[in-house]
């Protein structure tokens, strides 16, 4: 079954970090870009910057160059978005999405990951 | 490049036509892509390359560009029905950063 299978939901104090997982299964893994991509609640669609699963390449938004960092497990299919400095503002539900390929379209998502920061 | 959509809500009846509005800041060489999201769930992709329908999309959904505006796309839903009650959201797929609009809530009275 081609699908993303993302990990549980974190609740996060501000200023940690938070690693969000998506397996890939049911297609080549390497053949498609995977982008991150969040949604605060009752808010729009914010892409955060994709990564390749075959080179490891990334590419960020400016928002948040600096802060995020995504990296692969061809291995084990998998790839993960960590996001450091942790604000209020960043509690929101993160979904990674795959790229068709030669696109930019996302034609798969998971089902998304709640992230809440809380002191 | 900034996506502007618009209107951010819009409230129809069943069997009714709708248009939904994104304009690119940018030219983006037709790379316009529109999702549908229903609450609780993941978006879903409906069109890309502005007309191109998802396998399974039905019909009714379509998308367009303006003749006289080649940074104005439109998402059309015809024959409206109860199920099509979501959120749009359009997204530019041509380059980094693959913005998306802000969302129209579609409300089905």
């Known amino acids: 079954q081609v699908q993303l299978v993302q990990s549980g939901a974190e609740e996060k104090r501000p200023g940690t970090s938070v690693m969000v997982s998506c397996e890939a299964s049911?297609?080549?893994?390497?053949?498609?870009?995977i982008s991150w991509v969040r949604q605060a609640t009752g808010q729009g669609l914010e892409w955060m910057g994709w990564v390749n699963p075959g080179s490891g390449n990334t590419g960020y938004a400016e928002k948040f160059q600096g802060r995020v960092t995504m990296t692969r497990s061809t291995s084990l299919r998998t790839v993960y978005m960590e996001l450091s400095s942790l604000t209020s503002e960043d509690t929101a539900v993160y979904y990674c999405?795959?790229?068709?390929?030669?696109?930019?379209?996302?034609?798969?998502w998971g089902r998304g990951t709640l992230v809440t920061v809380s002191s | 490049i900034q996506m502007t959509q618009y209107p951010s809500t819009l409230s129809a009846s069943v069997g009714d036509t709708v248009v939904i509005t994104c304009r690119a800041s940018q030219r983006i060489s037709g790379r316009l892509a529109w999702y549908q999201q229903k609450p609780g769930q993941a978006p879903k992709l409906l069109i890309h390359k502005t007309y191109t329908l998802e396998s399974g999309v039905p019909s009714r959904f379509s998308g367009g560009v303006s003749m006289s505006a080649a940074t104005e796309y439109s998402l059309t839903i015809y024959n409206l029905q109860p199920h099509d009650s979501a959120t749009y959201f359009c997204?530019?797929?041509?380059?980094?950063?693959?913005?998306f609009g802000q969302g129209t809530k579609l409300e089905i009275k």
């Open positions: 049911g297609y080549t893994f390497t053949n498609n870009d």
């Open positions: 997204q530019n797929h041509d380059r980094s950063p693959f913005s």
């Open positions: 999405a795959r790229m068709r390929r030669g696109e930019g379209d996302f034609d798969l």
